[in-house]
T-cell receptor
Framework: DTEVTQTPKHLVMGMTNKKSLKCEQHMGHRAMYWYKQKAKKPPELMFVYSYEKLSINESVPSRFSPECPNSSLLNLHLHALQPEDSALYLC?????????????FGQGTRLTVV | GESVGLHLPTLSVQEGDNSIINCAYSNSASDYFIWYKQESGKGPQFIIDIRSNMDKRQGQRVTVLLNKTVKHLSLQIAATQPGDSAVYFCAETSSNTGKLIFGQGTTLQVKP
């Protein structure tokens, strides 16, 4: 199983809503990542977890709150988002933190903030 | 067909031709480079990687070339097929940062 599974695939939320994105992998990887990708742009790193601890936060606004409940799961909690936060949110995992290991990406959650 | 410059948004090639996608990377301390393929509606998919102590690595129908002097990376795809149509991203990372940073993508269009 070389899959990273993200749910939901699509999400529409209002600016006052609270929602969560979920990511799951069963490859035994100990590093997990959140990326944000706007249309026709490269993915931008948001957060890195290594051994279930947050190791990198790329100055992401606090309306995005990551959580790693266990080694297989990664969540991204969303609250009071803005329309400009609409994007594809990608989760990835790797055996260890970069650069030593190949990263596997999920299909992403297409988020629209209205 | 070949993309030139820092990045070319779209590269169009005939099926069966060879494709060359170019990328300029930014961090001279980067020690690991990866090419990803992203098809419409999907996440990036690993194609091939190369470490900074190498200048060439070959895979199945793909070759990556690294020129550290000018901080340039290229992906060569032999006998390009319609299934190769996608956006291709180069990415770099270093032991110092542990961050995987993506370059601007190139859209490859394969004409039958």
């Amino acid at each position: 199983d070389t899959e990273v599974t993200q749910t939901p695939k699509h999400l529409v939320m209002g600016m006052t809503n609270k929602k969560s994105l979920k990511c799951e992998q069963h490859m035994g990887h100990r590093a997990m990542y959140w990326y944000k990708q706007k249309a026709k742009k490269p993915p931008e790193l948001m957060f890195v977890y290594s051994y279930e601890k947050l190791s990198i936060n790329e100055s992401v606004p606090s309306r995005f709150s990551p959580e790693c409940p266990n080694s297989s799961l990664l969540n991204l909690h969303l609250h009071a988002l803005q329309p400009e936060d609409s994007a594809l949110y990608l989760c990835a995992s790797s055996q260890e933190r970069h650069p030593r290991a190949e990263a596997f990406f999920g299909q992403g959650t297409r988020l629209t903030v209205v | 067909g070949e993309s030139v410059g820092l990045h070319l948004p779209t590269l169009s090639v005939q099926e069966g031709d060879n494709s060359i996608i170019n990328c300029a990377y930014s961090n001279s301390a980067s020690d690991y480079f990866i090419w990803y393929k992203q098809e419409s509606g999907k996440g990036p998919q690993f194609i091939i990687d190369i470490r900074s102590n190498m200048d060439k690595r070959q895979g199945q129908r793909v070759t990556v070339l690294l020129n550290k002097t000018v901080k340039h990376l290229s992906l060569q795809i032999a006998a390009t097929q319609p299934g190769d149509s996608a956006v291709y991203f180069c990415a770099e990372t270093s032991s110092n940062t542990g961050k995987l940073i993506f370059g601007q993508g190139t859209t490859l269009q394969v004409k039958p």
